[in-house]
């Protein structure tokens, strides 16, 4: 147990909805990262917060945003919903995402979306 | 731009053989280094990390990597498979600063046979 937590573990949903995805960090970890991993384009990074600000951007599609909270846990909201999204959703936590030597991504066990 | 290159797809081993699981990475700077193991409906486990000093690093579970820089590469090992550790294997490159996100190798999924 990497001590960050996901939920929902699953979901299955239509096109054109949408969905939000939670996650909380480790305790102590202030950063906090996504990634989506689907069968063509593999493990993906989407973005990156720190201490509830937006720290780096990678290939999320303007449909999908995401926010970190005050209590540092963070979401991640896709709408506008097409068959092509349906992927298994990491978050990741590390204890300061800035440049630190020694910073390590733990993972969530991940929430799989399913669009229909 | 930061690229990890895992070659095999899927590779089949006998329990009790050694593995060696091959990873080349692409980067401009000093890169950190890592594997994740995934279980079949699971969340990616830390194996091992390299950020500096000794070449060779020892992870959990009997795992071991060795960092050629002259390779580019950072290949996994380990003595005496079991059959626990089929899974899929992926390995990843940072940059030095926590800005930069982990980009990730497209896996090798490991099968172990009897």
């Known amino acids: 147990d990497s001590g960050v937590t996901q939920t929902p573990k699953h979901l299955i949903t239509a096109t054109g909805q949408r969905v939000t995805l939670r996650c909380s960090p480790r305790s102590g970890d202030l950063s906090v990262y996504w990634y989506q991993q689907s069968l063509d384009q593999g493990l993906q990074f989407l973005i990156q917060?720190?201490?509830?600000?937006?720290?780096a951007k990678g290939n999320i599609l303007e449909r999908f945003s995401a926010q970190q909270f005050p209590d540092l846990h963070s979401e991640l909201n896709l709408s506008s919903l097409e068959l092509g999204d349906s992927a298994l959703y990491f978050c990741a936590s590390s204890v300061r995402g800035l440049a630190e030597s020694t910073d390590t991504q733990y993972f969530g066990p991940g929430t799989r979306l399913t669009v229909l | 731009a930061q690229s990890v290159t895992q070659p095999d797809i899927h590779i089949t081993v006998s329990e009790g053989a050694s593995l060696e699981l091959r990873c080349n990475y692409s980067y401009g700077a000093t890169p950190y280094l890592f594997w994740y193991v995934q279980s079949p409906g699971q969340g990616l486990q830390l194996l091992l990390k390299?950020?500096?000093?000794?070449?060779l690093v020892q992870g959990i579970k009997g795992f071991e990597a060795e960092f050629k820089r002259s390779q580019s590469s950072f290949n996994l090992r380990k003595p005496s498979v079991h059959w626990s550790d089929a899974a899929e294997y992926f390995c990843a490159v940072g940059g030095n600063s926590g800005n930069t996100p982990l980009v990730f190798g497209k896996g090798t999924r490991l099968s172990v046979i009897a």
């Open positions: 917060y720190y201490n509830g600000e937006e720290r």
């Open positions: 390299y950020f500096s000093g000794d070449t």
